[in-house]
């Protein structure tokens, strides 16, 4: 059967720390070609459209062109939304195999729109619709939209993907623009060919909030997938790894790992952990987001500065290590040679980290809210987030009790296959099926 033009975006691909978001564009991304689609990236660099091939591609993958003043680029997107009303081409990039592409994601096809995405917010905060976009030659089929972004691709049906609506639910951890946010929600919810969400407690956040058919909102999940060489790595492996790097001990240590806001818990996580009175270290792998000096209070308070690491090899002395940032792989070592993983948020769209921890045979406590009960069934320990009690308990009986552990660590690889890639890319097909897709392979 003849397959189908699939595009996604390309709006999160180009970060040097991958999010949650950039590891769903990059997997779906990655499920799609496995299905024999015709796969397509949509981006929004700054580069212009050369005439030049050899500039255009070189131009293309340079990530050095510098913005300039604020007031500047605004007249710039201002001027360029007066002068294009119909819409705003994208130009294919082409790839030659002169540049060296490693670090984006390969597809087919690589297309451009200078600063897209940018222009696109500009011209929604004065129009409150969708900016057009062109493409010259033999559009795509479909244009997925990883995140909900105020574009559309002429003569194409437009989906979107709606990962939760935390900014709405719970509007005091995020600094998104709240009325800006559910102006953008509800003109996406009207106007869409369909709307992908990525568990059933966001799809009711959806429906709910935004007054949209249960018919128009589409649950695929997520894909988790750890490569098989993180996934066997041997015990002395790991051991080495992270005895080297951090001057731990394997299973000698409790993890947390994600961003560090309001929204991942992260203080009632420390607190619960120095109530515990467990002597194995708490390390926190997360970058400082918003809000995070009130996130880690407790670890800078006057009179308990000696719980923070000064360094690896120091370690044994303290009980907490903040890491900002650890490659993939050392990451990967850090969740197979921990204890237990602790990751209590408060709000999650999926809970991409609790399932890979789980994946990977580490034991999990996390949250009984939002999508993380769904997802982690009865594989990990799940705590009310608000309530410290309950995360000093579950802390000591992961602590103490080896056979919880045990069967935790055995149910968890179970569970997470419930998410692997090959039922990610049935329930793909089964949502592109909606849209009278042929040619997907499941």
Known sequence: ????????????????????????????SKALRAMKHEVGILYGRRAGASKDMLARE???FDPRTKRSAKWLEDLRSYRRLIGHPFGHKAWRVPVTGAVITQGLPISEEIWNLRDLFSLAETSFGFSNHRLDVTFPENPPDIMHWTYPVPVRAKGAKNIYTMHDLVPLRLPSTTLDNKR????????????????????????RDIVDLLGISEDKVVNTYQSVEIPEYFRTMSDDEV???????????????YLFFGAIEPKKNVGRLIEAYLASG???????????????????????????KYLVSDGPHTFTKHRIMLLDYAPFSLLMSLVKGAKAVLFPSLYEGFGLPVLEAMHLGTPVMTSSASSLPE???????????????????????????????????????IRAELFSPERYQARLAAMYGKLGVVGAQA
């Open 1 to 28: 059967m003849k397959s189908t033009r699939i595009f996604v975006d390309g709006y999160n691909l180009t970060l040097e720390q991958g999010t949650g978001v950039a590891t769903y564009a990059r997997n779906l």
């Open 58 to 60: 070189v131009g293309f």
């Open 180 to 203: 800006r946010y559910l102006r953008l929600s509800r003109e996406l919810a009207a106007t869409a060919d369909l709307i992908v969400t990525v568990s059933e407690c966001s799809k």
């Open 239 to 253: 051991s080495g790894n992270i005895s080297g790097s951090f001057g731990l001990t394997s299973k000698g240590y």
């Open 278 to 304: 467990v002597t194995a270290p708490l390390v926190i792998v997360g970058k400082k987001a918003w809000k995070s000096e009130g996130e880690l209070r407790l670890m800078f308070d006057d009179n308990i």
């Open 375 to 413: 997802l982690v069934g009865t594989a990990a320990l799940t705590v009310d987030p608000y309530e410290v009690r309950d995360m000093v308990e579950a802390i000591r009986s992961l602590d103490t009790d080896a056979e919880l552990r045990a069967r935790l660590a055995m149910e968890g690889p």
